[in-house]
């Protein structure tokens, strides 16, 4: 058995890993100051003395985002043991829940006559979005055993994920030079057997739109499901509009757009775990939600996967959403296309570089022209950068926040400049590994 003191040092060190479970528990005040300990050591020992991100918030200003999430965390602890089933019980939680969607509606520009669903986030979304389309296809009398999915193949792999549990050939579309795909590529692909259209609004791995107008008459044409995929970019694309930015249209604002998801926990800045499918109409939420009532317990009605949704995430959700309003949302999106447009000048200023696509999201990718950026990423790593990368070409990924800054930006931009500057004088890292998600 390992002795508390054993305990507490191996907690002390993130790199220890404790393998045995031990016969007596520790005080509150032991476990929470190892939790603390392995906490502050990624936030400080990892990211402000080591290194910083390439994706999400980088590391300086990663206490400046902590102090935001002070509000969220405090909500979502007071219902950590709570479930959304629980709203008998607890009725402050079907507040919660109907006052989420609706601010959710306001600062994602979609309308009230939208239904919704909370998730876990993206991944939930998109599968109960290929649930739903399957079943509609169904009562279509199309036979499930040969439905399709015809999507970009930068779409997420969540709808990967779906097609395996669902049994659904994928028909992906390639993008070409500009990262994009292109409609007449999608045009191909459909057919009768169709059961969904996917396009992202942005895709996650170059930040591109797919052509969505154009997928909303096709899925007209066939009488086709169509979900946008806006995990990334449905927060953000009414601010970002009104702040003057050109965003594709990609929402309910197109007739032929059935469903829509949207992360909570990515630039509305709550906890893990918060997400929503929205569809157009009530009969569209109906057929990805699960109603039984033959159970000896009683009647079950549930509209995502998951039997034990916490209640956590959607308080954090609802306080932040209470905290930042549409004006702070506003101001996070300012920062965001500033510090968009500070990369973008950054990169473009350095030798050789090319960026990939048009970015007018959070996402920003890029690469060289003479050397591999696999070579460059890895010269970072070994200065403590964290890089994210993408293949196909071999490039850099950033995903940026409201809580970048400039010096932050011009510090990773100049150790950019210096590790290309080293591969091309000859250099090669030790260890060089390939485009890894997360």
Not at 71 to 82: G, I, R, S, V, W
Not at 106 to 133: D, M, R, Y
Not at 288 to 301: A, I, K, Q
Request: aromatic residues 8%; charged residues 20%.
């Amino acid at each position: 058995m390992m002795a508390p003191a054993m305990l507490n040092e191996a907690c002390q060190d993130p790199n220890r890993i404790v393998s045995q479970f031990e016969e007596t528990g520790q005080d509150h005040d032991t476990v929470m100051q190892a939790v603390r300990n392995m906490h502050d050591f990624d936030r400080t020992e990892i990211s402000l003395r080591k290194g910083q991100l390439s994706c999400w918030a980088m590391a300086p200003t990663a206490l400046m985002k902590e102090r935001l999430l002070e509000t969220p965390a405090e909500a979502a602890k007071l219902y950590l043991n709570d479930n959304l089933f629980y709203r008998r019980l607890h009725p402050s939680i079907g507040h919660m829940y109907d006052s989420v969607m609706g601010m959710a509606r306001v600062v994602s520009g979609i309308p009230k006559t939208a239904t919704g669903a909370f998730t876990l986030g993206g991944t939930e979304s998109n599968i109960l979005a290929v649930l739903g389309a399957r079943e509609w296809a169904k009562q279509k009398g199309k036979d499930p055993s040969g439905l399709n999915i015809v999507m970009s193949n930068t779409a997420h792999l969540s709808i990967d994920k779906a097609a395996h549990y669902f049994g659904l050939e994928i028909r992906r579309v390639p993008v070409g030079e500009k990262f994009a795909a292109r409609a007449e590529d999608f045009r191909k692909r459909v057919d009768s057997n169709t059961a969904i259209i996917i396009g992202s609004a942005p895709d996650y791995c170059y930040g591109q739109y797919d052509p969505i107008e154009d997928l909303s008459e096709l899925a007209l044409e066939h009488n086709t499901w169509l979900h946008v995929d806006g995990a990334i970019g449905a927060a953000y694309a009414r601010t970002m509009r009104d702040l003057g930015e050109s965003i594709p249209a990609s929402a309910f604002d197109l007739d032929g757009v059935t469903s829509v998801s949207v992360d909570l926990h990515k630039h509305v800045y709550a906890p893990i775990g918060a997400g929503i499918l929205f569809c157009r109409e009530q009969e569209f939420t109906d057929l990805h939600t699960f109603s039984e009532g033959t159970w000896p317990v009683g009647l079950m009605v549930s509209t995502g996967m998951n039997g034990s949704p916490p209640a956590s995430s959607l308080a954090g959700a609802y306080a932040v959403m209470r905290r930042l309003g549409l004006e702070g949302y506003r101001a996070q999106t300012a920062q965001i296309i500033h510090n968009r447009t500070k990369l973008v000048g950054l990169i473009e200023a350095l030798d050789e570089t090319r960026i990939f696509g048009n970015p007018i999201g959070t996402v920003v990718t890029f690469g060289w022209n003479d050397i591999d950026a696999s070579l460059v990423a890895a010269a970072m790593e070994e200065r403590d950068w964290k890089i994210n990368q993408v293949s196909d070409p071999a490039g850099i990924h950033c995903t940026l926040d409201a809580f970048d800054n400039d010096p932050l930006l011009e510090a990773f931009a100049a150790a950019m400049a210096e590790c290309a500057d080293a591969i091309r004088a000859g250099y090669r890292p030790k260890t060089v590994k390939g485009a890894t998600y997360g």
